[in-house]
């Protein structure tokens, strides 16, 4: 497959790097990291171990390739100028997949672009950004993603089929609005408690206290979802992000590295946008309010 990688930080380049394998691929991303991947190649350090000569650019205005998939990888505060900027090289048959957190990255996208021709996934692969040039894969995780109107498409078995014949475990979600709520709910309590006590994601399960919170902004946010027809168990949703925070437990959030880095923050697309659904609903969103105000004071 031809392959545009749009926004090469950490996980753009990881999910770039090993498709590059088997597909033509493209990264997009900032001067530093793209001038480095064209001197020296990629450097993937970690759980995956691989250095390989990938093209990288900085703009996509000069490409002339035909992309069979185009894969959103930016933060979700840069979602709208990055479908602004691929819409110029989006074909009869290109598939744009979002691979990003936050609530709202689908509305954005097809604010620009058809929406059958997008698609969502997610993934709890943590990679870290070391230095221009280099990456970590932390931790293992999986990947999924399906369509956005929960269709059957071919398209997506061939992209699965991708990734797996590259080596990144995937799976055809039958329902990835759900799941990105369910991303969402668990990233509401670990990337802002990590980020708010500067932490590992494995402190929060070491320290009674932060437990015990993650379990209460788990019950906020799904009650938000639960308002919002998005029908997830309380018990369920706290286990599955206790889950993430086990596999994940080396990992620095990628809130906290943001924040580590003085770069910008997704929290008020994530517990921001919690917050405004949540109050559409009248559904009490008092921790989430505190947690986004907190963080805010700290940057």
Not at 97 to 112: E, P, R, V
Not at 126 to 155: A, L, Q, W
Not at 189 to 201: A, D, G, M, R, V
Not at 265 to 281: A, M, R, S, V
């Amino acid at each position: 497959m031809n392959i545009l990688v749009m926004g090469a930080g950490a996980i753009g380049s990881f999910f770039g790097g090993i498709l590059s394998k088997e597909n033509k691929v493209i990264l997009v991303g900032r001067k530093k990291h793209i001038d480095e991947i064209n001197k020296n190649g990629l450097n993937i350090k970690g759980k995956t171990n691989l250095k390989i000569k990938v093209k990288a650019v900085e703009k996509i205005h000069n490409l002339s390739e035909i992309f069979d998939l185009v894969l959103i990888t930016v933060k979700a505060y840069d979602t709208a100028i990055a479908a602004k900027e691929v819409k110029k090289v989006i074909f009869d048959k290109t598939i744009v997949l979002s691979m990003q957190n936050g609530l709202d990255n689908i509305k954005k996208i097809t604010s620009y672009i058809d929406r059958k021709k997008v698609i969502a996934g997610i993934t709890t692969n943590g990679v870290i950004f070391e230095k221009p040039g280099i990456i970590v894969h932390t931790g293992t995780g999986y990947t999924t993603m399906g369509g956005i109107d929960s269709k059957k498409d071919d398209r997506i078995d061939r992209i699965i089929r991708t990734f797996n014949e590259s080596g990144i475990k995937t799976s055809l979600s039958k329902d990835i609005r759900k799941e990105i709520w369910e991303k969402a709910i668990a990233n509401s309590s670990i990337n802002t408690l990590t980020t708010f006590f500067k932490c590992k994601n494995g402190y929060l399960l070491k320290n009674p206290v932060l437990e015990r919170l993650v379990e209460r902004v788990c019950m906020e946010s799904t009650k938000i979802a639960r308002a919002n027809n998005i029908f997830l168990d309380y018990d369920e949703m706290i286990s599955k992000t206790k889950s993430i925070i086990k596999d994940t437990k080396d990992n620095y959030s990628s809130m906290f590295q943001s924040f580590l880095n003085k770069k910008p923050l997704e929290i008020d697309c994530i517990n921001g946008i919690l917050i405004e659904l949540g109050k559409k609903k009248n559904v009490v969103t008092t921790l989430n309010e505190i947690l986004i105000r907190s963080i805010k004071n700290m940057v």
